[in-house]
């Protein structure tokens, strides 16, 4: 038993590692199991390169990954966030797609991980350094490979062990498939280690890289330009046609591309409480203020009419909030408040009973299965007068441990109460779950005021009256107004606010609302003109109209004509100022000053690597044609954001910090890093990624 309280210790080391490895760049070999559903075009999630991600496959990994993230939270007293689950989703998503891709160019260099290998980093000489995290010995900082080498004994040979009861035997199994999972991501990361490592190889800046890259960084010029504004040539002289529309489309289009997109119109209402909620819970808590401030049996009091249960506790006076501690600094046992209304909800106080202890006892234990024989003969060495460090390895012992009364839900009552009740001599407890222990209180704090306050509280939430009367007004809305413009145009009167929002498949969230998957998953699987059901997200009821569907692909020239148009008129409007300039013929920066209609102005410190230019704003075409220069040289017209330029170079400024090319190349290598780091996302933008897991989630 004490050694299956280890293998559950370990639990919480398991799920961390498991996910790491659900991170976006983990890579591996998973999906080519020839399953014939994995070629079904209706049963799968995505098809990445020809290659079909099922529907299965897909929820098995969401199921393993929701009970990690579900322990985890656990293990800190806490439940998983309901909008956790969409996010998993989305995770287990790319995570897969990005498996695929990577596993594609693993196998294309020939990059493997041996089983050799693989047992060298999990039991071998180069342990992988979770694992030797896990199994560190906290009191000594040092790897413990034999307890390493016993967990694997034990949940690979559970019954050699003497593990054979059903319950421990299922705990066993799901903590040997929790480590099998372990194993192979492992190997995942190792082979994307190797991937990592051959492609920064590849990356490795030289000395000409660096010298460019300190001359980009430190050098500028100073320059005397002259700019003639586009707003100098009046719209009415430019004619824009439809082929310069177009023409400038071609040049753009690729900064139009998109995924589908559903555009869709919402309405969400706030399920809170109504007046009359408010007066019913004003009036409860007002009929139990005389019994709670004389019952003599205040537990049964709260437990049964307070939203929160009765806390059976000493706390710390100091450490109360601070409207609870101001009514026991002035209050005598027996005392209560009446009620008071904050935070939605309605609180009394009442003072049980005061004490001065100290706040922390730190104990040593020694830690025994519930029926282990060995309490008594240990307890009776112990007294003799032996010491903890003097017991065998056997006996699972902490050096120190702190308590304090507040613990008492982990560790349970009897042991606080003897924790506390202790003198300095050794004494017999148990803890929850049936551990039995040997403890001697080595430490304790100053003592401190403490008390022991009764809180009935009782929180004001919509009565199923008024989500009713929520529900039926807002269906009756949709019903009345079935039409999406009609739906909209209504809704002031009717005292909602419709939203719009454009939405992509992969979408979780919607503006303001965190937990939107359902209305996206929903409006991905409707028609135009449709209406959803009324779903009740994050304490309010959404519903939502589906009113535009645009395909994936670019966006059609004609919701982009006034961009395009406005484009296309800088353009010629810039043509027109080069042609008028080349006609004046001017030679010197006054010339063109008196061409242009402008004053020649200077701006120094102009440099490629900053382009937003001081007065002119992002210019970076001006900021790169003044640094090809040379001193004393006039540029042609060039056209800039704000109009045309022309400029001379009348200062070159060197470095005001020395060359050190040993730092420049470090700096271009943490460049080349964040680069590789993008592989990944550069093999999904080249691959014919199908996404269809919105059909299903």
Same mark, same amino acid.
């Not at 800190?76 to 969409?86: D, Y």
């Not at 937990?515 to 209406?531: C, D, L, P, T, V």
């Given at each position: 038993?004490?050694?299956? @309280? ?10 961390? %590692? ?23 075009? *209706?049963?799968? %999630? ?18 393993? &990954?929701?009970?990690?993230? *579900? ?18 989703? =989305?995770?287990?998503?790319?995570? =897969? ?21 693989? *047992? ?30 016993? /967990? ?5 040979? !559970? ?30 990361? #190792? ?19 660096? @010298? ?12 005397? /330009? ?28 690729? #900064? ?60 710390? %006076? ?31 106080? &009442? ?23 060995? %309490? ?22 902490? $050096? ?6 507040? =613990? ?38 100053? !003592? ?13 939430? !919509? ?32 005292? /909602?606010?419709? =939203? ?16 939107? &998957? ?17 779903? @009740?997200?994050?304490? #309010? /009821?959404?519903?939502?109209?589906? +009113? ?20 296309? &008129? ?24 008196? $061409? ?22 992002? @210019? ?18 060039? $056209? ?7 400029? +001379? ?49």
């Amino acid at each position: 038993m004490a050694t299956l @309280e280890k293998i559950r210790s370990k639990a919480a080391f398991l799920v961390v %590692v498991i996910g790491l490895a659900l991170l976006a760049f983990i890579i591996g070999d998973f999906l080519n199991s020839g399953q014939s559903f994995f070629m079904m075009n *209706q049963n799968k %999630v995505a098809t990445v390169n020809g290659k079909a991600i099922g529907v299965e496959e897909y929820q098995e990994r969401v199921n393993a &990954r929701t009970e990690q993230m *579900q322990a985890m939270y656990q293990q800190n007293g806490m439940s998983m966030p309901e909008g956790m689950s969409a996010n998993i989703q =989305m995770e287990v998503y790319e995570q =897969m797609v990005n498996e695929m891709l990577m596993d594609e160019e693993l196998k294309n260099l020939g990059i493997a991980v041996s089983d050799a290998e693989l *047992q060298d980093m999990l039991t071998g000489d180069n342990i992988h350094l979770e694992i030797v995290r896990a199994f560190t010995d906290p009191a000594t900082g040092a790897f413990d490979r034999a307890s390493l080498d016993n /967990y694997l004994n034990i949940i690979f040979h !559970p019954e050699e062990n003497g593990y054979t009861e059903p319950e421990q035997l299922q705990q066993i199994a799901m903590q040997r498939q929790a480590w099998l999972d372990m194993e192979e991501q492992i190997r995942q990361s #190792r082979a994307y280690e190797k991937f990592m490592n051959l492609l920064m190889a590849s990356m490795q800046p030289n000395k000409v890289d660096a @010298e460019m890259a300190y001359a980009a960084q430190t050098n500028s010029v100073d320059i005397a /330009y002259a700019v003639q504004s586009y707003t100098t040539v009046a719209d009415s002289t430019i004619t824009i046609s439809k082929s310069d529309i177009q023409a400038q489309y071609d040049k753009m289009k690729a #900064r139009y591309e998109t995924p589908e997109v559903r555009t869709i119109r919402y309405v969400a209402v706030d399920v809170k409480p109504s007046t009359d909620d408010y007066a019913r819970v004003e009036e409860k808590i007002n009929m139990l203020q005389e019994s709670f401030a004389t019952t003599n049996d205040i537990a049964s009091i709260v437990d049964n009419n307070s939203d929160r249960p009765y806390d059976d506790v000493f706390v710390v %006076v100091d450490n109360m909030p601070a409207d609870m501690k101001a009514f026991v600094e002035g209050a005598k046992v027996g005392d209560a408040t009446a009620p008071t209304f904050a935070n939605e909800a309605y609180t009394m106080y &009442r003072l049980v009973d005061t004490k001065t202890a100290p706040d922390t006892i730190t104990v040593q234990l020694a830690n025994f299965p519930m029926g282990d024989t060995r %309490v008594d003969s240990v307890y009776n060495v112990l007294v003799a007068g032996g010491s903890f460090d003097a017991l065998g390895e056997d006996i699972n012992t902490i $050096a120190e441990f702190a308590v304090t009364e507040d =613990m008492y839900a982990n560790l349970g009552r009897e042991f606080i109460a003897d924790v506390f009740a202790a003198g300095n001599s050794y004494f017999k407890t148990q803890s929850l779950g049936g551990t039995q222990h040997i403890a001697k209180v080595v430490k304790r704090t100053a !003592p401190v005021a403490k008390a022991k306050v009764a809180t009935l509280t009782i929180e004001v939430v !919509p009565s199923v009256d008024t989500e009713t009367n929520l529900y039926n007004t807002l269906s009756s809305y949709v019903a009345t107004y079935n039409n999406v413009q009609q739906f909209a145009d209504s809704a002031y009167t009717a005292g /909602y606010t419709v =939203m719009p929002a454009d939405c992509q498949a992969t979408q979780t969230t919607l503006p303001g609302m965190q937990n939107a &998957r359902q209305i996206i998953h929903w409006a991905f699987n409707a028609k135009k003109g449709e209406f959803s059901e009324i779903y @009740e997200i994050d304490d #309010r /009821y959404v519903v939502a109209a589906l +009113e535009k569907i645009t395909k994936e692909g670019y966006r059609p020239i004609n919701e982009l004509e006034s961009t395009l148009t406005s484009v296309a &008129r800088r353009d010629k409007k810039a043509d027109v100022i080069k042609s008028q300039l080349a006609a004046a013929a001017p030679t010197t920066m006054a010339a063109y000053a008196t $061409a242009m209609k402008a004053e020649v102005d200077t701006v120094k410190f102009v440099s490629v690597a900053s382009p937003s230019i001081a007065g002119l704003g992002y @210019e970076p075409i001006v900021a790169g044609a003044a640094n090809g220069l040379e001193m004393g040289e006039i540029s042609a017209p060039v $056209a800039g954001n704000r109009g045309v330029y022309v400029m +001379e170079v009348v200062n070159k400024n060197s470095a005001t910090r020395p060359y050190d090319e040993a730092a420049e190349l470090q700096r271009l290598q943490q460049q080349y890093t964040t680069v590789a780091n993008q592989f990944v996302e550069v093999l999904k933008e080249k691959a014919d990624v199908e996404n269809t897991l919105v059909r299903f989630f």
